[in-house]
């Protein structure tokens, strides 16, 4: 009797557990989901038959857009680095280039519109000011990845550099000549060849005193000067068996006490044989030599 009331309580226990139902409460619906979020769904649910690279035109959105909602419900900003694309997703990043003069933007898709019937994107007026273009242009797309957020732009847009082409005046303007430059002689082939180089001791001062009385009035063409006696007369030997004849040297006495020994070639009664017997030196013996008055 016992085993036969539980049994029956067990059974009446199941009916009604099994009687009842539940039922999820959908008076209070789901927050809204941020204005700028890329929603999953939107993503799986792209045509990904849109190649990675795009060529095409370029519209620019017109002024009267500021402030207008986008088909994704954005707020359109013409200082905001975005773009309109009928068939990529909300949060797409385009890298857009002007295929005119090589500059490049990255924009984030924001709307679905176009701004003529062949656009392939509409640009915001900052991100067409930044490619140079003003109403449309041609440019080349290439998808750079999502992002829930708008680039930032340049804070100064760089201006495009146009190269400058120099200009010449040909108009012929008399310069007056140029002054003679002084040709120092050669370094001599022995020691204490320093002295060569001093162009003051080309021509003697008016104190100075000769070892050899010169001929007055007389020029000579100078080709080495040494402090030492020795280095001047292996000079004149060495000058001899180069061909060149009548060398020899004179020593001078300056104030100060210094004595230098000047190697000369020939005497010549006016300045343009000296000059010619120098040049023809030069030409011949690749020696630079100094006229000097005797």
Known sequence: MKRLLYLTTLLATSAFVGAQSFEWNTSNPAPAAHPKEVQTAEVLTNDYSTPERERGVAG????????QQTAYGETYNADELTGSHAALPLGTLLRVTNSENGRTVTVRVTDKGQACADCLVTLSERAAQQLGIQER?????????????????????????TPKVATFDREATARPAAA???????????????QAARGGDAQPAADDTAAAAPTPGAYAVQLAAYNNESYAQRRVEELKQQGIADVYFRAVTKPSGEVINRVYTGTFVNLTEAQAAAKAIQGKHNIAGIVAKM
């Open 180 to 194: 003679p430059v002084a040709v120092a002689p050669p370094s001599p082939t022995v020691p204490g060849a320093q």
């Open 137 to 161: 242009g041609a440019v080349s797309l290439e998808r750079a990845g999502f992002s829930n957020w708008n680039p930032v732009p340049l804070e100064v847009d760089a201006p495009i550099q």
């Open 60 to 67: 620019v959105y017109a002024p009267s857009a500021q402030g």
